[in-house]
């Protein structure tokens, strides 16, 4: 499922369906045989998104890091792995962006970032420093514009599937544990060496696991900045926005689960639900866009004792619970319908008071235009759009004003 459809992703530029349906056609084995998500970064690949955080001067595709949690999210939904993957990967990238961009090595390396879809990931754990960020053991060792690096990491995820990785290291083999240096290693001057495997429960698709990294390259692929100030300035917190998003994600995808398995089970006759409130539930889906006194009155057909007060204080428990919503369709009271996992907007015709529901999908350009114009977020659930059906324009009812509505 699509945690996008229930949390509304924080991006109004959003993940290719093309990425999203192979993920999600995957992701059950993915998880199940602990093994990476190639479907999806296939599809990743194709879309060019793999340079999204990478300025349009270098081939990429600009976007802003807000997009991009946006996009992480609504592949969390589908693919915990796969967002969880994409995620660290822009980790990288934005590190590059941020602080190597003016290192001929680095520039180039973006484009090629961008050129031929690199995955990026990261070695930034040791043996024997319990797991601390910002100190390692392992040094750079450079000479006559070369250098080399040996580390004990004690988890890399998807490192046999990435293309590069960034490690930390320190600076220099006189350096204290503190004064540490990333470097990007690549081709033939990276070597992998499988020690031991974990089992990422629920992530099983970062193919995370402890190795020997063996690495050497030319000096300049040395990032000039001190890693201090990459962690502090960009890798800790783009770390915590893109995995928050991920978790979001990942959330939002429960919920949609919750919801579909107590709608499945209202459906069969079995709830948790007091007896009134499935009744006024069924009202609600049989009514489709019911206001409170027309869900009252299907209500009393079996429940004489309800009065409007209950119809009220029920709709704001369900509608809180994600199990309806309510839409602003006429000038009178809102009227309420049966969430699923399809959004979508409410066509009403003026002339002869026909709801169509049509999805939200359609708005789509409207609703980027609002956002990236004006920096408006629409709340799509609650739009309608008023104006004439396809009925009554062949009949020649009314004129062919169109007025749209929240």
Known sequence: ?????????????????????????????????????????????QAK???????????GLGLTLTQVAGQCQALAGVCGSAGMVLAMHHIQVASLVR???RQPWHRAFLERVCRDQLLLASATSEVDIGGGLRTSICAVERKD????????????SYAEAADALMLTARA??????GDQALV???????????????DAMGMRGTCSGAFLVEGEGDEAQVFETPFSDVAAQSMVPISHILWGSVWTGIAGDAVLRARACLRSRMKAGVSDLPNGTQRLVEAVEVLRHGTPE???????????????????????????????????????????????EHPHIHLVCDACGDVTSVPAGVANPFVDALYLDYGFRTDIAHVSVHGRCRACLADGAGNNADTVRG
């Not at 993920?23 to 990476?36: E, I, L, P, T």
């Not at 080399?148 to 988890?155: C, F, I």
């Not at 220099?172 to 544990?177: G, S």
């Not at 428990?317 to 049966?338: D, F, K, N």
């Open 294 to 340: 027309e869900i009252l009155a299907e209500v009393q057909r079996h429940a004489s004792g309800v009065n409007l007060s209950t119809i009220y204080r029920t709709l704001e428990v369900l509608e809180s619970v994600g199990l309806v919503t309510h839409a602003h369709i006429g000038h009178g009271a809102p009227t309420y319908h049966a969430v699923d």
């Open 49 to 59: 998104l793999l340079g999204a955080l990478v300025p349009k001067s270098l081939g």
């Open 145 to 156: 514009g070369r250098f080399v690096v040996e580390k004990k990491a004690s988890a890399v």
């Open 99 to 101: 602080h190597a961009i």
């Open 1 to 45: 499922m699509n945690a996008a459809a229930t949390l509304e992703p924080v991006l109004e530029w959003r993940m290719p369906d093309a990425v999203l349906q192979a993920a999600r056609a995957a992701a059950a084995d993915v998880d199940h045989a602990a093994r990476f998500p190639h479907e999806a970064f296939a599809a990743l690949k």
């Open 184 to 198: 990007v290693l690549e081709g033939e001057g990276l070597k992998l060496h499988p020690r031991e495997s974990w």
């Open 172 to 177: 220099h083999p006189d350096a204290v544990a």
